[in-house]
């Protein structure tokens, strides 16, 4: 349903260019929880902001649900990514001033027309609950994200991206800052939106335990993609090494 073909990126900075993507192509099937993974610097975060029209590759084209969605004009971009795309960025991103109820209704206030703001402020606190009490932070609703912890304030920031009930998720870094098991906790909230609201979630991370629950592994260098892993369960992974080392995520094959 996400599918993007021969996508080419290079930045400019005064007599600087940095060629980051060249001729990348990738489909994300409905539903899916795909991790990207690879080194500092290979493209991870622009591929990630170019599926999320974020920004605009320099030639190739992307298409959601068969429509292209490179070449939306700026107001057809923000329709899209406020009715269509959810996504959590690793340093969060709320807003100070707020409480942390209302960071959560900001994009269900935003959707939609001018008209009847009071009936939809009430449909957007309402779902917002909803959302807050899913992701377990119902008791921290009047607190500002200075008052939250690095996982509520990311949980914030999913529930944020929720609220819009969003067909895909971007994630970048989602557990960047947070210890073990906080991060441990995000990302089974992750598998569960995934599972149980079929959200297709699309999640930048150097985090190869987290890679590991993911359904889809994309490995990028040099900006290509240089390796594509199937969905594996227990079942279907061959190990390679002998069978007292641990194998590691890349040694691992679909079989
Ligand atoms: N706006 C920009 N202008 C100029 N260069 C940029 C810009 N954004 C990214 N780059 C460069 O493009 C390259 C790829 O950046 P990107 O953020 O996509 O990498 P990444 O794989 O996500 O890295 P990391 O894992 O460190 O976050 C880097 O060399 C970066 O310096």
Redesign the pocket.
């Known amino acids: 349903m996400l599918k993007a073909t021969g996508l080419c990126?290079t930045?400019?900075?005064h007599a600087?260019t940095?060629k980051?993507?060249t001729d990348l192509s990738l489909e994300v099937a409905d539903n899916e929880f795909l991790s990207i993974v690879?080194?500092?610097?290979?493209?991870?975060?622009?591929?990630?902001?170019l599926l999320g029209t974020l920004?605009k590759p320099d030639a190739g084209t992307i298409e959601l649900n068969r429509k292209r969605i490179d070449d939306l004009n700026s107001r057809e971009r923000d329709l899209l990514r406020n009715n269509t795309f959810g996504f959590i960025f690793q340093f969060y991103h709320l807003l100070p001033e707020l409480t942390m109820l209302e960071n959560v209704m900001m994009p269900a206030l935003i959707k939609g027309s001018i008209f009847n703001w009071l009936g939809r402020r009430k449909d957007a606190r309402r779902k917002a609950e909803a959302i807050i009490d899913r992701v377990g932070l119902s008791s921290r609703k009047k607190h500002r994200p200075r008052e939250l912890s690095g996982g509520e304030m990311q949980r914030t920031a999913i529930a944020r991206a929720l609220v819009s009930d969003p067909q895909v998720l971007f994630a970048?870094?989602p557990t960047g800052n947070l210890d073990e098991d906080t991060g441990n906790q995000i990302i089974e909230l992750l598998k569960s939106i995934n599972r149980e609201q079929g959200v297709t979630i699309l999640m930048?991370t150097?985090n190869l335990e987290l890679v590991s629950k993911t359904d889809r592994v994309v490995k990028?260098a040099g900006g290509h993609i240089v390796s594509d892993t199937p969905k594996l369960t227990d079942r279907s992974l061959k190990f390679q090494g002998t069978s007292d080392e641990q194998p590691s995520l890349y040694q691992r094959q679909a079989v």
């Not at 690879?38 to 902001?49: D, E, P, Q, R």
């Open positions: 990126k930045y400019h900075r600087d940095v980051v993507l690879g080194a500092s610097g290979s493209g991870k975060s622009t591929l990630l902001h920004d970048d870094e930048v150097h990028m």
